[in-house]
């Protein structure tokens, strides 16, 4: 099916990550043109052959504001930029430190990335938004309140006060959010790798298996699409491969797994 995506141009944040570097293949491969953002890994994001690579540390303003203003206008933006903290901490353990610095790597990232993509939009008139949040955010989970409270924020408060907003300034605007599962990244390699901890994460999944990056990144690109998802808005689309909040198989390994 035509993505109608050829010739737009696009802002990838968080682009040498394993989800950010799928969507910058994904939307190449539409013809698009792509901004590739990155805070750090420059060799990764360069390789990815993007129209523009930009350096930015998002969770300051300056530089947020400054990686706007060098990628110029656009028509659609996929706020993939996150941290998920590997260490699992319960609440009474958690330290205020990680608390906020967790919130700022991942809601303050996302609000600024909304809000310099939206001031674009009332420029132009038009424009996609695509957040990427987790399903920590739709299920909890246990050791990581932190990061599933920022998740939480931007898959529910964020997108659907964002889908009302973004028509006061594009009448056509739409706003999505994607929440993966478990997926195989760079940020999660340690634990997809280990047998034990699969059996145990995809023990609440019907499709019991590890998703890829580019499992998220088709969505990605599915939600950015006017062609495909033009009467599209306000919507989260989990990629967890049925995915719920309680336990659907027995002990033992996934057929097939790892």
């Known amino acids: 099916m035509e993505t109608g995506l050829r010739g737009q141009r696009v802002l990838v944040t968080g682009a040498s990550g394993g989800i950010g570097a799928a969507c910058v293949r994904a939307f190449l491969d539409e013809g698009a043109e792509i901004v590739a953002h990155y805070h750090r890994g420059r060799e990764r994001a360069e390789a990815l052959g993007a129209t523009q690579l930009v350096q930015a540390d998002l969770t300051r303003e300056d530089e947020a504001e400054r990686l706007f203003e060098e990628a110029g206008t656009l028509d659609a933006c996929a706020a993939v930029a996150g941290v998920w903290p590997r260490e699992d901490v319960p609440v009474w353990e958690l330290p205020l430190e990680r608390w906020e610095q967790t919130l700022r790597e991942n809601l303050t990232t996302t609000f600024l990335t909304a809000r310099g993509f939206l001031r674009s939009v009332e420029q132009t008139g038009r424009g996609s938004l695509v957040l990427v949040g987790s399903t920590a955010g739709v299920f909890g989970e246990a050791g990581h309140a932190d990061y599933a409270a920022a998740k939480?924020?931007?898959?529910?408060?964020?997108?659907?006060?964002?889908?009302n907003e973004i028509v006061r300034i594009a009448p056509a605007g739409r706003v999505n959010c994607v929440c993966p599962g478990w997926t195989r990244s760079p940020m999660t390699r340690r634990e997809v790798e280990d047998p034990s901890v699969v059996e145990r994460v995809t023990?609440?999944?019907?499709?019991?298996?590890?998703?890829?990056?580019?499992?998220?990144?088709?969505?990605?690109?599915?939600?950015?699409?006017?062609?495909i998802s033009g009467h599209v808005s306000g919507q989260l689309v989990v990629v967890a491969g049925g995915m719920e909040g309680r336990t659907l198989h027995e002990n033992g390994a996934p057929e097939g797994a790892p």
């Open 152 to 163: 939480s924020a931007v898959a529910y408060g964020l997108l659907l006060s964002l889908k």
């Open 203 to 227: 023990r609440t999944m019907a499709l019991r298996k590890i998703a890829t990056p580019e499992d998220i990144a088709r969505q990605v690109v599915a939600l950015a699409s006017d062609e």
